[in-house]
């Protein structure tokens, strides 16, 4: 069945760096857009980054823009998320995602918390 695995969360200082990385089954994920969401506690679940099927087309959040970086390797099913500069806003439940056929699909998420 489809499956993402979020992995590469944690705890960090401000300042802070860390990689995530999501891995797909199930489906043709070269084929696909794929994109990583962030839900902090009693807020709704925001657009972090998105990238192409190719890897050539990128966006971002302004909030994130210059700080993280969205990347994928097709040939290991791996989308990644570099996240640097690290900022106590930052912390949150990331997922990715994908859209397919109607409805999206999602990982159980990875934790990241950024504190002193």
């Known amino acids: 069945q489809v499956q993402l695995v979020e992995s590469g969360g944690g705890q960090v200082q401000p300042g802070g760096s860390l990689r995530l990385s999501c891995v797909g089954s199930?489906?043709?994920?070269?084929?696909?857009?794929i994109n990583w969401y962030r839900q902090a506690p009693g807020s709704e679940r925001e657009l972090v980054a998105g990238i192409g099927s190719a890897g050539g087309s990128t966006k971002y959040a302004d909030s994130v823009k210059g700080r993280f970086t969205i990347s994928r390797d097709n040939a290991k099913s791996t989308v990644y998320l570099q996240l640097n500069s690290l900022k106590a806003e930052d912390t949150a439940v990331y997922y990715c995602?994908?859209?397919?056929?109607?409805?999206?699909?999602w990982g159980q998420g990875t934790q990241v918390t950024v504190s002193s």
């Open positions: 995602n994908f859209y397919f056929n109607g409805r999206d699909y």
């Open positions: 199930g489906f043709v994920f070269r084929m696909f857009y």
